[in-house]
């Protein structure tokens, strides 16, 4: 049998905006198939062509509907192999082969055979005739019923199926967490909804423009053969007609629609900014489809919306307030990326840090450390691309990330030394840095930076214009500190903190003056923890203002207990401490510990170092004052090893000197330790001072002093620091009482 398409003879092909109608007629008699092709062929139907496809048995047909689902309306004789043949086909048609919007008109040959009413509702019947009856006039009406209920059918079903790919695509348009990958999902989206090639397709977003201005847009994304265009300026596209109509939507604020391509607008009051996007369509698009696009443009929005809102939140999780560049949580996020990288072996990290910036920030104005601020990022900022990380850490502190070539300290402190530039920051202030190489790290980024930042700490404690590089070793001494401390703590609740005394003898009598109280650490084992090694940690660590306490408690119980056993001549010498003694309330708290002791003030002597007193001088002298007032003596210890003027010297209210160690140590050479150790006490004599010599050990020692009028003397010669007990016997013992 011949199934070959009947195409009008004077038309061409109908095109693929205008399919044309698919019609099947069913008929084992060929005159009556012919005759139909015939009129039908002629037709033109709602503005669109018809093709026929015929079919001469029941079988025919039904291989043909399962394979071709386009067809429209078939034309069905009931009669064929059998009686009910035809109706046969129409069951097979909607509930075998499932399909129900071909529309389907049953004819047949002799009149009185209708199917009863059940079928024709059942089946979705549109229309029943008799052969005879059917003129090519009545033909028509038929066929453009049946055709037009079909279309509408149709476009119900697509809008059905295009409503639930709204809703799912919806859905991943609410994923999306930039503007970026939104617009890359909204043309794919909008490309499988109208069932377009993903081709010229282009998403704009308008910058701000002057009011009356045209406003300027940038791609954000594009497909087909505007691929290339993406993040560039609308100018840019290459192609004026699609630039110009995208403008014009920007402008006008509404979706256009033109013959072969639509550009929907979505203005900034729903999505955040203005937004335009180009779709070529290639053909007008119907009711249904722009009906679609309509609530698929109101997804949209809210799409782009939920970004902008995003994107604000992670501006502000993610940037500096002030200087507008990433902060400490973008340069944690970046460090965390780059150390599980492969990059990580040749990035660097510098941190730095103004010297004195906080200094200059009380004494200025917070204005004119923002402007440092601004100054320090603009410049960070105009040196490095996009390879770099600039951000501010806190305060003063930025950091730089970025490759080992690019990132240099050397090269970044001098950005900001330009000579002959009185005012250039690097000739007010100085900055410090430290490098730490990711190679040699491989821990987390919140731990690379504290590392970082603890070093530059430790550097800048040295001085200004420090530039390190971290080591890990230096790390491990700063792990060693921190057990140190800790158990430091456990020692002092534990009862592991004493004193030991140590006594100051008068060299002409050998009568005891008074006894120094030096910390001791013991362990449970007996190994001692020198008070080198702990004081210093507790002093950086601001330990040292409960230990000095407990301290200055212990050596005020033996106070008491030296003159409970008749020594109440026997000064204790208590070593405090700077930050012990800079606390405001360091007078009340020691008298308290007076009172509570029961001790006078006059049986106390506070060691003070030389670089303590020199320290905060003016604070220094008026607690010193306070202290003398109530009667306590005061010592310079390690007296010789600072650099104190005469003339700080003579304001200071203190009663003696105790000249260090180290001098003493070195009077047995004809040297530059005798020299200091004459001058200690000329200057001692001449500001109204008398003197101490520590740590004495030998005859000669004690000969020289006595000869250079150095009466007083502490040292392993007399006796070595000892507990309070011992030295109670050893007090006892001597001859001289
Ligand atoms: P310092 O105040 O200069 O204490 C004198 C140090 O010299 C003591 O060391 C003492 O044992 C040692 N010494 C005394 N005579 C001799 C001697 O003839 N030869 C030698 N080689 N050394 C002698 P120690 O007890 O190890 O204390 C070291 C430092 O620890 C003290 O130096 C002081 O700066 C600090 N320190 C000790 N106890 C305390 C305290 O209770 N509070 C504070 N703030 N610092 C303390
Ligand atoms: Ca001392
Ligand atoms: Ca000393």
Not at 41 to 47: A, C, K, N
Not at 58 to 71: T, V, Y
Not at 465 to 474: A, W
Request: hydrophobic letters at 45%.
């Amino acid at each position: 049998m011949d199934d070959s398409v009947v195409f009008s003879d004077d038309e061409p092909v109908a095109d693929s905006a205008h399919p044309a109608w698919r019609i099947l007629t069913v008929d084992d008699d060929p005159d009556f198939q012919r005759a139909t092709a015939f009129a039908i062929g002629e037709m033109d139907i709602l503005g669109r062509r018809v093709e026929i496809q015929q079919a001469f048995s029941n079988r025919e047909a039904a291989m043909l509907l399962a394979e071709q689902q386009d067809f429209a309306l078939v034309l069905l004789d009931v009669v064929m192999e059998t009686e009910d043949a035809g109706l046969r086909l129409v069951k097979t048609l909607r509930e075998v082969i499932g399909n129900a919007e071909i529309r389907i008109v049953l004819l047949t040959g002799e009149p009185g055979m209708a199917p009863v009413q059940s079928v024709m509702r059942d089946y979705d019947i549109n229309d029943y005739w008799s052969k005879n009856e059917l003129s090519s006039e009545r033909l028509r009406t038929v066929l453009t019923a049946g055709l037009r209920s079909y279309s509408q059918l149709k476009a119900t079903a697509r809008a059905r199926r295009g409503l639930q790919m709204i809703v799912e695509s919806s859905n991943a348009l609410f994923c999306s967490k930039n503007t970026r990958e939104l617009s890359a999902k909204i043309l794919s989206e909008i490309a499988s909804l109208l069932d377009l090639q993903a081709e010229g397709i282009v998403c704009v977003k308008a910058q701000d423009a002057a009011p009356g201005e045209l406003p300027d847009a940038y791609v954000i994304s594009a497909s087909g053969r505007f691929y290339s265009s993406i993040d560039g300026n609308l100018n840019g596209l290459g192609d004026d007609a699609v630039a110009s109509a995208l403008r014009c939507s920007l402008q006008k604020q509404t979706t256009l629609r033109f013959d072969d391509c639509t550009v929907l607008f979505f203005p900034r009051f729903q999505a955040g900014a203005d937004y335009a996007c180009y779709v070529a369509t290639e053909r007008t698009l119907d009711d249904t489809e722009l009906e679609l696009l309509e609530v698929f443009s109101a997804s949209i929005s809210r799409g782009l919306y939920n970004v902008a809102l995003f994107s604000r939140l992670e501006e502000m999780a993610y940037q500096d307030d002030l200087l507008k560049i990433p902060n400490r949580n973008a340069l944690i996020r970046m460090l965390d990326m780059t150390l599980s990288s492969p990059n990580k072996d040749d990035r660097v990290l510098v941190l730095l840090d103004i010297d004195n910036f906080s200094g200059a920030n009380t004494a200025f104005g917070t204005g004119y450390g923002d402007f440092i601020l601004g100054l320090v990022a603009n410049r960070l900022r105009e040196t490095f691309d996009g390879n770099v990380l600039i951000a501010r850490v806190r305060d003063d502190l930025f950091a730089v990330l970025g490759p080992e070539h690019q990132v240099r300290a050397e090269a970044i402190v001098a950005l900001f030394r330009r000579p002959n530039r009185p005012y250039e920051l690097g000739q007010v202030h100085s900055l410090s840095s430290v490098t730490l190489y990711l190679r040699d790290f491989d821990d987390t980024a919140s731990v690379a930076l504290q590392d970082a930042r603890l070093t530059l700490k430790q550097a800048k404690q040295l001085g200004h214009d420090q530039h390190v590089v971290h080591d890990r070793r230096l790390q491990s001494a700063h792990a060693e500190s921190f057990r140190l401390l800790l158990a430091l703590r456990d020692a002092v609740a534990s009862d592991l903190i004493s004193i030991e005394l140590q006594p100051q003898v008068d060299m002409r009598s050998g009568v005891v003056t008074g006894v120094e109280a030096l910390a001791r650490w013991y362990q449970p084992d007996g190994k001692a923890i020198p008070p080198l090694e702990f004081i210093p940690l507790a002093e950086a660590t601001g330990y040292i203002l409960p230990l000095g306490d407990l301290l200055m408690r212990l050596a005020l119980q033996a106070a008491r207990r030296l003159a409970e056993s008749g020594y109440r001549d026997i000064r204790v010498a208590i070593n405090v401490s700077a930050s012990q003694l800079l606390q405001r309330d360091f007078i009340e708290r020691f008298t308290l510990h007076l009172e509570a002791a029961g001790v006078s003030a006059a049986q106390v002597e506070l060691e003070i170092t030389e670089s303590v007193a020199m320290r905060s001088f003016e604070q220094v002298c008026e607690q010193l004052l306070a202290l003398r007032t109530m009667g306590v003596k005061v010592a310079i210890d390690d007296f010789g090893t600072g650099f104190s003027s005469l003339s700080y010297l003579r304001q200071l209210p203190a009663d003696r000197l105790k000249i260090d160690r180290s001098f003493v140590e070195e009077l047995r050479a004809d040297d530059d330790g005798q020299a200091i150790a004459e001058a200690i006490i000329q200057i001692a004599r001449r500001v109204g001072m008398t003197v101490i010599a520590e740590g004495v050990e030998n005859q000669q020692q004690v000969e020289w002093l006595m000869q250079h009028d150095c009466l007083e003397a502490q040292g392993y010669l007399f006796a070595r620091p000892m507990s309070l007990e011992r030295l109670l016997n050893w007090l006892g013992e001597r001859p001289s009482r």
